[in-house]
């Protein structure tokens, strides 16, 4: 019999939904290819043993060629758990808006989890939670760093074949309206008027909602050097208040540095227009 | 030889009957028919089965970062401009796969990929967009390397160009020399009239195909009227064009106003998305995308519309060489106004007003090139 010389795959959760991990499994055609190139070690969402031996512990054996990684960092424990994963893996790839921003629980970041933690909970002596939600690259160097709430399964078996191949995952950085326009949708914005976060969000998810006629709500998070007054103002022309735009941004990837910004402009009195667009007759 | 000053009667003139008879002819003769229909609440191009998909009866309501469909009383079918779409959609397609790679028993095979493209005949090309096709053949297929995906599309497309009687708001093409006559280039051309007289179409062959074409299509004979009445109807576009380009040497404007403080100014209001770009029809920049399954035995090649927007289309070692928005902006109103020209020898912009109105954030080229005119021409001294 030949040795297994597969390289190991592990699949990592912390404070997330799982529906990350989810795309994996979703993956029905391919998965069966996929356990053809590597092994699929350490996968408890799949299976609870570790490489056939049960039961699988949270911290697996390892160690492992590729780690991905779903969910964000909310207790000490994680802290110490993401530490060790990362001396086990030879690479780690964190997958979705939790693990790569923060994920909706980093709306923490911006109250009081004390007052929280009181309210919500009948015996809140029993929680051991961390003030902040934050990504795994705040504690670990993290190899790459793929979006989406949830991610996007053709994008997930490209950053594994990448890895496999050894070669740069052909993940672009530009906006949703490359994909879109790609798509040849017509914008909504411009046709009909509906707000969309389209220019200032990673690509990725293929333009999913303005093909159904909707509006990009940033999902995938926030592009390479966003211009988020520029865009603040045209949501605000769009109909949106300030407190619906600071919400819009305040979702699945609201720690994300770039949208700092977006609080104190949304808030304040709208800049004038420098072009205010000549009204249509 | 004739001594007649007056422009004798040319072409014929079809009714709507005669524009279905177009559709099914070309189609039964094997071309894939393209023309504008209405989806999404716009005007877009796709295929059409047959005449009764044209927008008869629609017209657009345009300005800078908005577009509304808008219903017409006259039901002309080819009254709108600046749709979300170009041809270059079907000519360059934004996505096209080059070749494949096999790799078995130690074997590489490449493929190329060279499955037919569809015969196409364009329905309805607008006179600026017949240039902005002039203009892409120049750039894909008039140097030295020829671009075989698009020289395959374009070598078999027919092309029936409709002049415009009803130019946007944002329209600008009188002012660039290229509409709202036809120019050069097609092979039938169409003029629409709906009066007193009832809902036809004055049209000319301009090629042996067309001129076929036109023989098998029930015609009348075209009067010297109607042939007056579609002139003047052209004619009178030309003087409702909702813009205009500063009337300048655009290449010495271009060229001169680098450092001018306007490119900071449009800079704080673009967002870089890349619209203008995907949606201007001569624009024709792609990056390349390699695909490998996961056993590594199969590669795909893919071609794919890239523009200069993007923060990887300047992506050298170290980073990208044109990282601000500034920079990005400036790199494409000065390439479509100015180093085009040094490039084709012509203007890389048409003037149909795409840009204008699918940018989200409604920055309007003729507005900007108009405030760099503005700031050269500022008496000396002032910054
Ligand atoms: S619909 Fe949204 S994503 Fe698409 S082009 Fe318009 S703004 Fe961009
Ligand atoms: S630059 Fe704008 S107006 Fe000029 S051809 Fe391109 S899209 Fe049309
Ligand atoms: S303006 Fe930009 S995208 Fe368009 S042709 Fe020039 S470099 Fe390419
Ligand atoms: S000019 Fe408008 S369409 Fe073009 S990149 Fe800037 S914001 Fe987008």
Redesign the pocket.
């Known amino acids: 019999m030949h040795a297994d010389t597969r390289p190991t795959l592990a699949v990592w959760k912390f404070a997330s939904c799982d529906g990350c991990q989810l795309t994996l499994l979703d993956c029905e055609d391919e998965l069966l290819g996929l356990a053809d190139q590597v092994r699929i070690s350490h996968f408890l969402e799949m299976s609870g043993a570790e490489d056939g031996r049960e039961p699988a512990t949270l911290n697996g054996i390892g160690p492992y060629d590729l780690s991905l990684v779903e969910g964000s960092v909310t207790t000490e424990e994680d802290v110490r758990r993401i530490h060790h994963i990362r001396r086990i893996s030879r690479r780690l790839v964190t997958i979705g808006a939790c693990a790569t921003a923060g994920g909706v629980q980093a709306l923490r970041n911006f109250a009081d989890v004390e007052q929280f933690r009181a309210t919500v909970y009948a015996s809140p002596q029993y929680i051991a939670t961390l003030a902040t939600s934050t990504p795994i690259s705040a504690h670990v160097p993290v190899d790459f760093e793929l979006r989406g709430c949830p991610i996007d399964r053709r994008q997930l078996l490209e950053v594994i074949t990448a890895f496999l191949a050894g070669r740069k995952p052909n993940i672009p950085d530009h906006s949703v309206c490359f994909e879109c326009k790609r798509r040849g949708n017509t914008c909504v914005t411009v046709a009909h008027g509906t707000p969309c976060l389209g220019p200032v969000t990673h690509a990725g998810c293929g333009a999913l909602c303005p093909t159904y006629g909707r509006g990009c709500y940033g999902c995938f998070g926030p592009v390479a050097n966003p211009n988020l007054v520029a865009m603040v103002r045209q949501l605000r022309q769009d109909g949106m208040t300030g407190r619906d735009i600071v919400r819009i941004f305040r979702t699945f990837n609201a720690a994300s540095p770039e949208y700092a910004p977006v609080a104190e402009l949304a808030t304040q009195e709208p800049p004038e227009d420098p072009h205010p667009p000549e009204t249509p007759q | 030889m004739s001594t007649t000053t007056t422009p004798a009667a040319e072409g014929a003139v079809i009714g709507k009957d005669g524009l279905a008879t177009l559709v099914d002819l070309l189609r039964a003769r094997g071309f894939t028919v393209v023309g504008p229909t209405v989806r999404d609440g716009a005007i877009v191009l796709a295929e059409l089965e047959s005449a009764d998909q044209l927008p008869y009866g629609w017209g657009v309501e345009l300005e800078a970062g908005h577009y509304r469909l808008r219903e017409r009383e006259d039901g002309a079918a080819f009254a709108h401009a600046a749709g979300p779409q170009s041809w270059k959609t079907f000519l360059h397609p934004a996505r096209v796969r080059q070749w494949r790679a096999e790799r078995s028993d130690g074997q590489l095979v490449i493929e190329e990929d060279d499955t037919p493209p569809p015969r196409f005949a364009f329905l309805g090309v607008r006179p600026c967009d017949l240039r902005a096709i002039a203009v892409q053949d120049r750039v894909l297929t008039g140097g030295r390397h020829r671009d075989p995906v698009y020289q395959g599309r374009r070598s078999g497309a027919f092309l029936v160009a409709v002049e415009c009687t009803e130019p946007g708001a944002t329209c600008f093409c009188a002012s660039m020399g290229t509409g709202p006559a036809a120019g050069p280039g097609y092979d039938l051309a169409l003029t629409e009239l709906v009066d007193a007289d009832g809902h036809r179409f004055w049209i000319r062959s301009g090629s042996p195909e067309g001129a076929d074409i036109l023989a098998a299509l029930p015609t009348s004979a075209a009067s010297e009227a109607v042939c007056e009445t579609a002139r003047q109807a052209v004619a009178s576009a030309a003087d409702r064009m909702g813009r205009t380009m500063p009337d300048t040497d655009l290449r010495r404007l271009m060229a001169g106003t680098l450092d001018a403080p306007r490119w900071d100014d449009v800079a704080s209001r673009c967002l870089t998305c890349g619209n203008c ?1 995907m949606v ?1 029809p001569t ?3 792609t990056t390349t995308e390699d695909v490998t399954d996961l056993t590594g035995d199969h590669a795909e090649r893919w071609r794919v519309w890239d ?2 927007f993007d923060l990887d289309f300047s992506q050298l070692h170290g980073g990208p060489v044109r990282p601000s928005a500034r920079s990005r902006y400036r ?2 109103l000065t ?2 106004l100015g180093t085009w020209y040094d490039q084709f020898g012509s203007s ?1 912009c048409v003037g149909c007003g795409r840009c204008i109105v699918w940018c989200p954030v409604a920055i309007d080229i003729t507005e900007e090139a108009a405030a760099l005119h503005d700031w050269a021409d500022r008496p000396d001294g002032e910054p």
């Open positions: 770009t201007c624009c024709y920049c523009v200069c790199q494409w390439h479509k890389g």
